[in-house]
Every structure is written in C-alpha cells, then in structure tokens.
C-alpha cells in the first residue's frame, strides 16, 4: 500500500471513530434533554452528588454533550472536542466504576434510561462501551499526531 492511500485510509477510519463517539454523545445529549425529570433521577441512583447538583448537572451536561458530539462529527474545533469528550468519558467511567465498587443498582443514565430494576445493571457492558469509545478518541488523537506524508522528491 502506498504512503499516501495509507494516510487517506488512517485519516478516514479517525474520522469515523470520531464520528461514532461524536453520534453517541450527540444521542445520548438530547434523549437526557427531552427527559430532564427522568435524568435527574439517574443521576440520584449514582449517590455521588448533593441533590441540588444533580438539577444543574441534568440542565447543563446534555447540552454540553450534544455541542461536543457535533463538533467531533462536524471537524470544528476537533481538538477542544476531543479533549472535552474524553474528560466526559473519563468522568462517567469513574462514576460506572464507583457505583458498580458500591454495589449500586443504578439506572446509568447515559442514553435517558430510567428507573433501575433490581440487578439489571450491566456494569461490564456499560465500562466496556465507555472504554470503546474512548479507545475511538485515542485513535483519533493519535491519527491527528501522525506526520503528513509527502510525496517523494524526485
């Protein structure tokens, strides 16, 4: 395979992977958006935030999400939105694994969920799809590290 249809090919599977984790976010944002009682109430059955916190955590991180999520889709600031949607990533897999240490049953939240029933959460699952979508933003950082390639002078 020649250098450059190589490149075309890395810079192609990083978009999409980009893309995915940018679609996820952008899903999961504005299902929590239209259901903001129903996500209150998730992010209760974690037990890691004072109850006045879950209100402006339901009003602000949906819209968060869904801005980061198209900007990955779209290319727009991609590094900012890469970052951001990482630390979001990394910050939900905490609070999997927290809740999971605990032994919580927990309704995740992350697509608008709803109420937990008893033993239904499925923690591999869940870590599992956060680390997924981490491991496409990796790709895509890296891709984004990797020099152009040129064509050789003749």
């Known amino acids: 395979m020649e250098p450059g249809t190589r490149a ?3 810079r192609s599977i990083a978009w999409l992977a980009r893309g995915i984790v940018g679609l996820a976010l952008v899903v999961a944002g504005t ?17 890691l935030v004072p109850e006045a916190w879950a209100y402006w955590i339901a009003a602000f991180l949906p819209w968060l999400e869904i801005v980061v999520g ?6 727009r600031q991609r590094q900012g939105a890469q970052a951001i949607a990482a630390a ?25 969920g709803g109420p ?3 033993g239904a959460t499925d923690y591999p699952w869940l870590v599992g799809r956060d680390l ?5 933003l990796a790709f895509g950082w890296f891709a984004d590290r990797r020099p152009a390639v040129q ?3 003749r």
Not at 70 to 75: D, K, N, V
């Open 116 to 118: 937990a029933t008893a």
């Open 70 to 75: 198209a900007a990955l889709i779209t290319g």
């Open 151 to 153: 064509a050789p002078s």
């Open 31 to 47: 299902t929590k958006a239209i259901h903001p009682a129903t996500f209150i109430t998730d992010i209760w059955s974690y037990r």
């Open 132 to 136: 997924v979508l981490l491991a496409c």
């Open 88 to 112: 979001l990533l990394l910050v939900f897999l905490g609070a999997l694994l927290v809740s999971w240490s605990r032994g919580l049953d927990i309704a995740c939240g992350c697509f608008g």
């Open 8 to 10: 075309a090919m890395i």
